[in-house]
């Protein structure tokens, strides 16, 4: 069983960063597809950044050229490290797992395992 325990968020001024991380169980790195979501409130939910077993990145518009996601096996864990914050990447943010890598990185529908998310909060 996939279990995904995220940690990290928090509140930051415009222009800060922040790390999140997600200690995941019971997955097998060579064959899983791990992705960020988030969704800020009253939104629908959108894939920030997908990660590919063979280390093959994606990442949403938003995302690109401020945020990275990179991966410890050994610590199991999964990262986000957002740089350049802006009160628009305010949301809650989920870490996710699709262990059949469904060829869409941000699909949500396509998403097997969601863990229960980290609150971000960037202020102006």
């Known amino acids: 069983q996939v279990q995904l325990v995220e940690s990290g968020g928090g509140s930051v001024q415009s222009g800060g960063s922040l790390r999140l991380a997600c200690v995941a169980s019971?997955?097998?790195?060579?064959?899983?597809?791990m992705a960020w979501f988030r969704q800020p409130q009253g939104k629908y939910r959108e894939g920030v950044p997908g990660l590919d077993p063979d280390g093959t990145t994606y990442y949403g518009d938003s995302a690109k050229g401020r945020f990275t996601i990179s991966r410890d096996r050994a610590k199991n864990t999964l990262y986000l490290q957002m740089n350049n914050l802006k009160p628009e990447d305010t949301a809650k943010y989920y870490c996710?797992?699709?262990?059949?890598?469904?060829?869409?990185?941000?699909?949500?529908?396509?998403?097997?395992?969601w863990g229960k998310g980290t609150l971000v909060t960037v202020s102006s």
């Open positions: 019971g997955v097998t790195w060579n064959t899983i597809c």
């Open positions: 996710t797992a699709d262990p059949y890598c469904s060829g869409d990185w941000s699909d949500s529908h396509a998403i097997d395992y």
